[in-house]
C-alpha cells in the first residue's frame, strides 16, 4: 500500500521561496500520477499542480503559474513543488496525492504541510 | 473553468438518518466526479470514484449515482464517526476542481 509523506513546510515571508518534498513508501513510484492540493485556513480544496509518473508532463492551477513548479525523483520515490514569490494567498496545508492519471481520483492523500506566508 | 456546486453547505443530523449531498457542475463531466471525506484534523479520504465506484474498506451506507451535471452522495443511515466534511471533484478537465464542501454535523 503506498503511503505519502510530506516535509518541507514553514513561514516565509511574501516574495520569499519554499520547496515542499513528498516522499512516497511502496513500490512502482513511477507508474502513477501525482498531483499538489492546498487548502487554505477554513476553507475548501483547491488543487495546486499536476505531473505524470514519467514526470514528462506537468499542469499547473493559473494561481500558480509561473511561479511554483512541480519535478519529481523516480529514483528516490520523491516529488518536489518549489514554491517561488510566494504571496500571503499562498497560506494554507498542501497536500499531495497520488492518481492514476490526470483524470482519475485521488485515491491516496499525505497528512499535510504547513505553508504560512507572513511579514 | 468547470464550476461545482455543492448544496447543502451545512447539515444537521441524527444518527439513522439519511443523509443526501448533491454536487452539480457547470458543465457535462461525465462520469469523472469523485467523492471525500475529511474529518476534522485529516487529510482527505477517497469514498467514491467514478460517480459511484465505493472504493475498498468504506461502509456499503456510503454510496453515488448521477453523470453529466448532478451527482449525488448519500449516506443511507449516520452514524457519529461520519461527522466530517464531505467534498466533490472533478477530473474530466483542467483545471481539476472542487465543490466548495458539506459540513455534516451530528444533531
Known amino acids: 500500500e503506498v503511503q505519502l509523506f510530506e516535509s518541507g513546510g514553514g513561514v516565509v515571508q511574501p516574495g520569499g521561496s519554499l520547496r515542499l518534498s513528498c516522499a512516497a513508501s511502496g513500490v512502482a513510484f513511477h507508474s502513477y500520477a501525482m498531483n499538489w492540493v492546498r487548502q487554505a485556513p477554513g476553507k475548501g480544496l483547491a488543487w495546486v499542480s499536476h505531473i505524470s509518473g514519467s514526470g514528462g508532463v506537468t499542469y499547473y492551477a493559473d494561481s500558480v503559474k509561473g511561479r511554483f513548479t512541480i519535478s519529481r525523483d523516480n529514483s528516490k520515490n520523491i516529488m518536489y513543488l518549489q514554491m517561488n514569490s510566494l504571496r500571503v494567498e499562498d497560506t494554507a496545508v498542501y497536500f499531495c496525492?497520488?492518481?492514476?492519471?490526470?483524470?482519475?481520483?485521488?485515491?491516496?492523500w499525505g497528512q499535510g504541510a504547513r505553508v504560512t506566508v507572513s511579514s | 473553468e468547470i464550476v461545482l456546486t455543492q448544496s447543502p453547505n451545512f447539515q444537521s443530523v441524527s444518527p439513522k438518518e439519511r443523509v443526501t449531498i448533491t454536487c452539480r457542475a457547470s458543465q457535462s463531466v461525465g462520469n469523472s466526479l469523485h467523492w471525500y471525506q475529511q474529518r476534522p484534523g485529516q487529510s482527505p479520504k477517497l469514498l467514491i470514484k467514478?460517480?459511484?465506484q465505493s472504493m475498498s474498506g468504506v461502509p456499503s451506507r456510503f454510496s453515488g449515482s448521477g453523470s453529466g451535471t448532478v451527482f449525488t452522495l448519500t449516506i443511507s443511515s449516520l452514524e457519529a464517526e461520519d461527522a466530517a466534511a464531505y467534498f466533490c471533484h472533478q477530473s474530466s478537465a483542467l483545471p481539476l476542481t472542487f465543490g466548495g464542501g458539506t459540513k455534516v454535523e451530528i444533531k
Open positions: 496525492a497520488k492518481s492514476p492519471t490526470v483524470i482519475g481520483a485521488f485515491d491516496v
Open positions: 467514478s460517480a459511484s
